[in-house]
C-alpha cells in the first residue's frame, strides 16, 4: 500500500553536506510520522531523525546540530539535510512511514564518508 523510494546517497569527503530525498507513494501519507533510520556495517539500524504530522522533530544525539528533517506533503516526500558529515555517518540511509500503526520501509541508500 506505501512504496518508498529513497535517493541522494553517495561519496562525500568528511566536513561535506548530502541531502537525502525519498519519495512515497499510497494514502494517509499526511498523517503518517516519516523518519529517517540508518545501518552501519556491522550495527544495529538506528534513527537518525524523525517528524510527525505536526511537523514535531526528533533527532538522534549524533544527528542534533547537523541533520535537519522536513517533510512536503504536497509531494509526498520527506527530506534529510546532512552537513559536516563524519565517517561515521557512513551506513546505508533507510526512510520509513509509520501509519496507523504500520510500518513501511524503502530499500536504502548508501551514505558513504570519506576522511
Known amino acids: 500500500q506505501v512504496q518508498l523510494v529513497e535517493s541522494g546517497g553517495g561519496l562525500v569527503q568528511a566536513g561535506g553536506s548530502l541531502i537525502l530525498s525519498c519519495a512515497a507513494s499510497?494514502?494517509?501519507?499526511?498523517?503518517?510520522?516519516m523518519a529517517w533510520y540508518r545501518q552501519a556495517p556491522g550495527k544495529q539500524r538506528e534513527l537518525v531523525a524523525l517528524?510527525?504530522?505536526?511537523?514535531?522533530?526528533n533527532y538522534a544525539d549524533s544527528a542534533k546540530g547537523r541533520f535537519t528533517i522536513s517533510r512536503d506533503n504536497a509531494k509526498n516526500t520527506v527530506i534529510l539535510e546532512m552537513k559536516s558529515l563524519k565517517p561515521e555517518d557512513t551506513a546505508v540511509y533507510y526512510c520509513n512511514i509509520n501509519r496507523v500503526g504500520m510500518n513501511f520501509w524503502g530499500k536504502g541508500t548508501l551514505v558513504t564518508v570519506s576522511s
Open positions: 499510497g494514502s494517509m501519507l499526511s498523517i503518517a510520522t
Open positions: 517528524i510527525t504530522r505536526d511537523y514535531s522533530t
